[in-house]
């Protein structure tokens, strides 16, 4: 295993003037900074000291989550945020590509001294064919153009296994496809990516540093990052093996603890697992009358160390900046810029140079849009020319045709059009390897973006270009074929809404042939009408054996599915994405285009 750790040292002239301020009785000190006690600051490790206004200076950072890889503007419903205006109404703008990203925070950065540019995850994984198809080393150097200073993991940093992540950090060319063109030797991304949790099972050492320190102009901030403690629940098993994810906030607090020690009291959180808003637009009072936050990251922040000044948060790819108590009651900032780079926040704060911390009652946050109105950063769009050089071959390739937008998990619904018609496309592909296939189930998380009926070249309009079927399906998961009990396949749908998936459902898209009703307003596994669920017209037999489809992913366990892994005569097929496209060739023509599926094979009782 790879392990390094960031490591501080003090200057003789820092420790002079710690040495200073200790041989000051605290009421001298007030008397010569001219501040009063506090309790509320003393118990959120400030020192104990209002701060003077002379001795403060200004602090900004720069936060982004969940690009996954989102060079160009992305389309359809994950390009959109919703916009509230002042009067309650409200409209949806198309928002995103890094080219757009790269201005906004340029611009940002305008006349701040002391600005810091941070990700809490998923920046790479689960990207689009322009940066999939080069193993994301077209992510990282958009990312070193953007000036991103730190990152924390996330769980699609581990896609293609910790190794890789490794060489995402390091540089090098891939190990099996190589340097992608003569001269040009991948470096690695030019800032630090922080994994504080996770740890080699043998050593209990960090992967890669678990915090580093920014130094800015007499201002040190430390920031500390961590993924989801459930991340081996969702990625692939094979590539995270001899690794352990611990809980994010025992983490965040040990090294919150190791950076005291070292005389850093300013504190950034980074962590890949967040929260679900009430409203839906990106700009929302999440602290008014109606607001609020739900979600896993309550519970973290309520526990997170109070010496820790804010949080930004990822994964639910929901935009928010929240006001949430600490330990000690106080309030702290949770934020979240939704994901696919159409929106950066934007963090302004004080910092006190005599206590070494954030002033915790001038930190304030907004979401600030990725619009599509301003200025392309040109080193940007130079880099995304060269790399569509590079995927242009493989991506223009048409694949079908589609009459409409046909919506993934854009649709807001349980049951989405476009799982539906990747699960009818998987059941085809395991019925050439099996005959007896009876049905099959893909992931909603698996389904990365919508079929768009807009042209997004010169391909024209209802034409599905390779790029854009990779862009929903990016994986690289085998479609897979396995035998279930219908006493087991009834136990895999209530998984669906029991155990990790209660507080949110993860409803699997069905293929033809399954039908059942999911009752919302019952709880837990009951949610599941377990007399309503029929195969093939038939109600399912607890007896019977049903021969089901599902990708590798699926398979083994993922996303809280236990049961799928006791599946037993398993067959291995293709590609998941070379499934999709091979059946929008054979269903789909110019003058037959597909149309949306209804998405009606799940009976929703709200």
Request: aromatic share 6%.
């Amino acid at each position: 295993m790879h392990a390094r750790k960031y490591r501080l040292t003090a200057t003789v002239a820092a420790l002079a003037a710690a040495a200073a301020v200790l041989t000051l009785s605290p009421a001298a000190q007030a008397a010569r900074d001219g501040a009063a006690p506090s309790a509320a600051d003393a118990a959120d490790g400030s020192g104990g000291w209002q701060p003077v206004p002379d001795r403060t200076v200004d602090l900004q950072i720069l936060a982004l989550n969940d690009l996954h890889g989102a060079l160009e503007p992305p389309s359809g419903s994950g390009g959109q945020l919703i916009h509230e205006h002042e009067d309650g109404t409200t409209e949806t703008l198309t928002a995103g590509g890094v080219e757009y990203l790269a201005t906004g925070l340029r611009e940002a950065r305008r006349g701040h001294e002391r600005s810091v540019t941070v990700a809490a995850g998923d920046l790479v994984g689960a990207t689009p064919l322009l940066s999939g198809l080069f193993h994301d080393e077209p992510t990282i150097e958009a990312l070193n153009a953007l000036e991103m200073d730190v990152a924390g993991v996330g769980n699609h940093e581990f896609d293609e296994g910790w190794e890789e992540l490794v060489r995402l950090q390091e540089g090098g060319c891939h190990p099996v496809d190589g340097c992608y063109a003569q001269g040009r030797e991948f470096t690695g991304a030019d800032f630090p990516y922080l994994a504080a949790n996770v740890v080699d099972e043998d050593t209990g050492e960090p992967i890669l540093e678990p915090y580093t320190v920014r130094r800015l102009n007499g201002v040190r901030v430390g920031f500390i990052g961590v993924t989801l403690e459930g991340t081996a629940d969702i990625v692939t098993r094979a590539g995270i093996e001899g690794l352990e994810f611990r809980d994010e906030v025992e983490t965040i607090n040990r090294y919150t603890a190791e950076l005291a020690d070292q005389g850093v009291h300013a504190v950034i959180a980074l962590v890949h697992e967040g929260g679900y808003p009430e409203a839906d637009a990106y700009n929302a009072d999440c602290d008014a009358a109606g607001g609020g936050l739900s979600g896993p990251i309550t519970d973290i922040a309520a526990r997170t160390d109070a010496r820790v000044d804010a949080l930004v948060t990822g994964h639910t790819h929901q935009p928010y900046v929240c006001t949430l108590p600490d330990p000690s009651g106080r309030d702290r900032l949770v934020t979240s810029a939704a994901s696919n780079g159409r929106l950066f926040t934007e963090l302004n704060m004080r910092y006190d140079r005599l206590t070494r911390d954030i002033v915790r009652t001038s930190v304030e946050g907004t979401n600030r849009v990725v619009d599509r109105e301003q200025e392309r950063a040109p080193d940007l769009t130079e880099l995304i020319a060269y790399w569509n050089g590079l995927a242009a071959p493989v991506a223009n390739e048409p694949i079908g045709w589609i009459s409409e937008d046909i919506e993934g998990r854009g649709a807001g619904t349980p049951e989405f059009p476009l799982g539906d018609l990747i699960a009818d496309a998987q059941l085809a592909h395991a019925r050439e390897l099996d005959p007896d296939a009876d049905l099959a189930l893909m992931n909603p998380g698996g389904v990365r973006a919508d079929l768009v009926f807009d042209a997004s070249g010169d391909e024209g309009d209802g034409v599905v270009t390779y790029g854009e079927g990779f862009t929903v399906q990016p994986f690289s998961n085998t479609v897979n074929i396995l035998d279930l009990t219908g006493e087991q396949l009834l136990a895999v749908l209530t998984e669906q809404v029991s155990g990790p998936n209660e507080a949110a459902p993860k409803i699997l898209q069905p293929s033809a042939g399954l039908a059942y009703t999911l009752d919302l307003t019952r709880a837990g596994a009951d949610r599941v009408v377990a007399g309503s669920v029929t195969v093939n017209g038939e109600p399912l037999d607890p007896a019977a054996t049903y021969r089901v489809a599902v990708n590798s992913f699926l398979a083994g366990g993922g996303d809280g599915f236990p049961t799928l892994a006791e599946g037993t005569d398993p067959v291995v097929g293709n590609d998941d994405m070379a499934v999709l496209a091979a059946y929008l060739t054979a269903n789909s023509s110019a003058g037959a285009p597909l149309a949306a599926p209804p998405a009606d094979r799940i009976t929703v009782v709200e």
